[in-house]
């Protein structure tokens, strides 16, 4: 890379986006790590790129929060200019069967995971437009391609998630910027930890959980320069399980 290019990620604080912020410094990329509520994950996620010799900034905002995502969001990018690569990786779960499901849970899930999507992308899609190149990379779910019993509501966000960034990609592929979804399987993170791991595994070909890095060895590569042609594209991280 000749020189550095600037990429935010959110939910960067743990889990499968920090691993992502870990790769991409790791191949030469500037990071910018959004968290909401881990002040002190993402200040040692800033602590760990530093120390390694790479730029790091940190913002804090509620992806569900249309106005706070602007101003922050705004600033940054009138101070710092226009990203080169977006991902999308700030979401939540709140599991209950549907007829128990209460109205907050799905609220909070659809408005944080999907309304998170244009929450984001909304001020910054402009000056990526005049930049006339760029990456949009959504982590999204197998939950959003097959359902998920219990997930009704995880599974419609992330299927949301999934048309929209498709309907995305055809809008902005005359600026060659490129817009991706990567649906994860069962990955090792927080999110499984109550998981029933012992009927998991038997259910996934490769017998395993996939591991946070292998995530974000994909999104490193679909940020670069050689996946200028892949676009629209979703593409599973799932050992095998059907999507």
């Known amino acids: 890379m000749s020189a550095a290019k600037r990429v935010l990620i959110t939910g960067a604080s743990r ?13 030469g990329y500037e990071i910018t790590a959004h968290y ?8 040692s996620l800033r602590d760990t790129l530093r120390a390694a010799g790479r730029d790091a900034d940190l913002l804090r905002f509620d992806t569900a929060d249309r106005a706070a995502c602007g101003a922050a969001l705004e600033a940054y990018t ?6 080169w690569g977006i ?17 907050e849970q799905w609220d909070a899930v659809v408005d944080t995971n999907l309304g998170g999507f244009y929450n984001v992308l909304k001020p ?6 005049r930049k006339r190149r760029g990456r949009i990379i959504a982590v999204t779910s197998v939950s959003g391609l097959i359902g998920n ?6 599974s419609a966000s992330k299927a949301g998630i999934i048309g929209a960034a498709k309907a995305l990609a055809l809008e902005l592929a005359g600026r060659s910027i490129t817009v991706n979804c990567i649906a994860p399987g069962i990955i090792q993170t927080d999110m499984i ?3 029933p791991l012992e009927t998991i595994l038997p259910a996934i070909p490769l017998g395993r959980l996939g591991t946070p890095e292998e995530v ?3 999104a490193v590569f679909l940020l670069s320069e050689s996946a200028s042609y892949i676009t629209r594209q979703v593409i599973s991280v799932n050992g095998g399980l059907p999507s």
């Open 124 to 129: 910054l899609i402009l000056p990526l437009c």
């Open 149 to 154: 019993p219990g997930q009704v509501n995880y």
């Open 216 to 218: 974000a060895a994909l």
């Open 193 to 195: 930890k109550n998981a």
């Open 78 to 83: 009138k101070e710092r200019g226009a990203f």
């Open 36 to 43: 909401h509520r881990n002040e002190e994950a993402a200040l």
């Open 15 to 27: 889990g499968i986006g920090r691993a992502i912020a870990l790769a991409a410094a790791e191949a």
């Open 87 to 103: 991902v999308l990786n700030a979401g939540i779960a709140s599991d209950n069967v549907f007829p128990a499901l209460r109205d």
